[in-house]
């Protein structure tokens, strides 16, 4: 099978220079055995700091209710103590600060992730940092919120509810009140990075890059992914909640990383292009096929449906995003990862667009002295000078309307997902706008004011009610004011493939029956388990998981719906089924006109909520890739489609759940 045409001037460039990926079958690696009397003194530690916490909810549960009283109509209302009320509220939401350091000592702990005997006094310094910020909130204090240098914060994820770290650089000398400039930094691949371990790098400290005048975030990233699905959540949650405390300009802020953190730069720059004043990638990987080689002699080759979705995280494909997204590209003269500033630049350059590209000379992978000071010199201009919020002219590429777009030109509906789609926007003035588009079904429009647009040539006058934003979709060969027909459709927030489910709160439901057939149930639950794992090991969160008989409408109105089993097993998977686009008995499943024997086979599918089509109903699995891609995260890729169907009869292994008789996408109606 042979790669995509787009990809082929791509695959030519230094693909000898780039080291085979790594096999790995765990990870973290395991940690080494930690002394029985250490291990017991930090057990204790950590329960203890647990029960310390656990007061402190509650007492801050009480103070909460004490400070609201009920309305005549019944709704609580702040109390004649207001500030009370506030500062309750404000004192609960910091308890992640203190409770991300009683997670790394006890998941060390529990999962056996200590590398180094000295992170045992590491791990006791976590506990003792714990319990003085403990304290400090019952005496209605934080002090770590106003300090400068290192600090390590925590926050609460909306994905999963876990506890998440993150770190700040804050220089000393910064004014009070002013907006501040920030370098958001992408940490480099780390193995045996865990919470215990990126708590003590935050603290020993700042990164390889420092803008002077310039606050650094330093996002965990949900360990080791390079930001892909909910490391690329983790960024945004981190960024979220150190602009809900410092005032962040936001005209001002750089992406940087080196490393792992540098194909992190390439791939938040291509696809959040709009959000950077400035984009600084060090080494990396920029796309999957030539850096991990995948097409290799002797290797199995890709998928067709899996080489699409590169599409996804391929930073080769958005590249003409970068024309609003000043980018300097830094590489080690002789480092094997210089490869992917080539393919970037190549792929620039099939947009017309050239790329900054300082090098080290004679330097390996690492930054050269001398050309660091050059690239953080060239920084501090490009923050000096901020980025421009709207911009007069916008050019935009997307592959999937999960990245929508830039600044004031969104996407809205795609012709056919996973294949490449253009926009072109000019202003004319603050009321007009011309719009070009390709592979384009329908366009958002961020600009108060606008009156009129032409777009594929076409005059549309929008109506009087416009107010900040205005959307115009085509049809019949013609563009017109307003959403697309009701109607299922592909759109922001509900795209597919299957891994789309879990860039967001997502619920894993857990049958309480017998499934039908004793190969599905048994495949299912190995799955469900095997999910959950890897949630746990490669994202660091608990995944949430509630009986079938158990869910509420709560969890349909706030989570994508992750159903295990079969009819006969999972309640609310039967319950769906007649709104689901497959059939479904004892016998046979039934799906697109193929019948397939309902003993041996089951289906792997998204596909949005017949309860709620905000959100996504995924059938049997989690996050799809497995073994073969931890050695490399050029790997870490969406490996199935919107739908498949497993053949049980071949176990699971490291590539597929199963044998896979049939896969695919669902068109932009989800037909």
């Not at 080291?19 to 950590?46: K, N, Q």
């Not at 780390?190 to 310039?214: N, S, V, Y």
Request: neutral net charge; proline residues 9%.
């Amino acid at each position: 099978m042979t790669p995509p045409r787009v990809l082929l001037p791509l695959l030519l460039l230094l693909p000898a220079l780039v080291p085979a990926a790594t096999p790995a079958t765990r990870l973290p690696p395991p940690g080494i055995e930690v002394p029985a009397a250490a291990r017991a003194e930090l057990t204790a530690g950590a329960a203890a700091l647990a029960a310390d916490l656990a007061a402190l909810r509650a007492e801050l549960a009480t103070r909460r209710r004490s400070e609201l009283v009920e309305s005549p109509r019944g709704e609580p209302v702040e109390s004649a103590r207001g500030e009370l009320v506030e500062s309750a509220r404000e004192l609960a939401e910091l308890i992640p600060d203190a409770e991300i350091f009683h997670k790394a000592v006890d998941w060390a702990l529990r999962y056996d992730e200590f590398f180094d005997l000295k992170q045992v006094a590491a791990a006791h310094r976590a506990l003792a940092t714990g319990r003085e910020r403990v304290a400090a909130l019952r005496r209605g204090e934080a002090p770590w919120r106003t300090a400068t240098g290192l600090v390590v914060r925590g926050y609460r994820s909306k994905i999963d509810g876990s506890v998440q770290p993150y770190g700040l650089v804050v220089p000393p000398d910064l004014t009070p009140g002013r907006p501040r400039r920030l370098m958001v930094w992408l940490l480099g691949r780390g193995e045996k990075r865990i919470e215990l371990a990126f708590i003590g790098e935050r603290e020993a400290g700042p990164p390889q890059l420092t803008p002077c005048d310039t606050v650094t975030l330093i996002p965990y990233g949900r360990y080791c992914n390079a930001t892909k699905f909910a490391g690329e959540t983790d960024v945004f949650e981190a960024l979220a909640a150190t602009r809900a405390e410092q005032p962040i300009d936001p005209d001002r802020i750089l992406v940087a990383g080196f490393s792992m953190g540098g194909a992190s730069t390439w791939h938040l720059a291509t696809h959040h292009a709009g959000l950077w004043a400035a984009a600084a990638p060090g080494a990396g990987f920029a796309e999957t096929a030539a850096y991990a080689k995948v097409f290799a002699p002797g290797k199995e080759p890709p998928t067709a449906w899996e080489q699409k979705l590169w599409g996804w995280y391929d930073a080769t494909a958005y590249a003409r995003n970068l024309s609003h997204c000043p980018t300097i590209a830094y590489s080690g003269e002789i480092d094997p990862q210089k490869q992917a500033a080539d393919v970037m630049s190549a792929a620039l350059a099939q947009e017309g667009l050239t790329l900054p590209h300082l090098i080290g000379p004679g330097t390996a992978h690492k930054y050269h002295p001398e050309v660091r000071q050059d690239l953080t010199a060239r920084l501090e201009a490009l923050l000096n000078r901020g980025r421009d919020p709207r911009p007069v002219t916008l050019r935009v590429t997307t592959h999937t309307l999960r990245y929508p777009g830039a600044s004031w030109l969104r996407f809205e509906g795609l012709a056919q997902h996973w294949s490449r789609a253009d926009l072109e926007g000019t202003r004319r003035g603050d009321a007009a706008v011309e719009v070009t588009t390709r592979g384009t079904t329908a366009v958002r429009l961020l600009l108060p004011g606008l009156r009129q647009v032409k777009i594929d040539g076409q005059e549309v006058t929008l109506p009087a009610a416009h107010t900040a934003e205005a959307v115009l979709h085509r049809q019949d060969g013609v563009w017109r004011a307003g959403h697309p027909p009701a109607g299922p459709r592909k759109r922001p927030g509900l795209t597919g493939p299957v891994n789309d489910a879990f860039l967001d709160r997502f619920l894993f439901v857990r049958p309480t029956g017998r499934a039908w057939h004793p190969a599905v149930g048994t495949w299912a639950t190995a799955e469900l388990e095997r999910a959950r794992h890897l949630w746990r090991t490669l994202f660091r969160g608990d995944a949430p998981i509630k009986d079938d008989t158990a869910v509420t409408a709560e969890d349909l109105a706030q989570s994508h719906i992750v159903l295990w089993g079969d009819p006969g097993s999972n309640r609310l998977l039967a319950r769906l089924l007649p709104d689901l686009p497959l059939q479904w008995d004892t016998r046979t499943l039934t799906f697109r006109g193929e019948r397939h024997d309902a003993a041996h086979h089951a289906p792997i599918l998204i596909y949005p909520n017949p309860l709620n089509p905000e959100k996504y109903v995924v059938l049997n699995t989690g996050i799809d890739f497995r073994d073969h891609a931890y050695g490399s995260n050029s790997l870490q890729t969406p490996k199935l489609p919107d739908h498949a169907i497993i053949d049980l009869r071949e176990p699971p292994g490291a590539r597929w759940p199963g044998r896979i008789v049939a896969a695919g996408f669902f068109d932009e109606a989800w037909r």
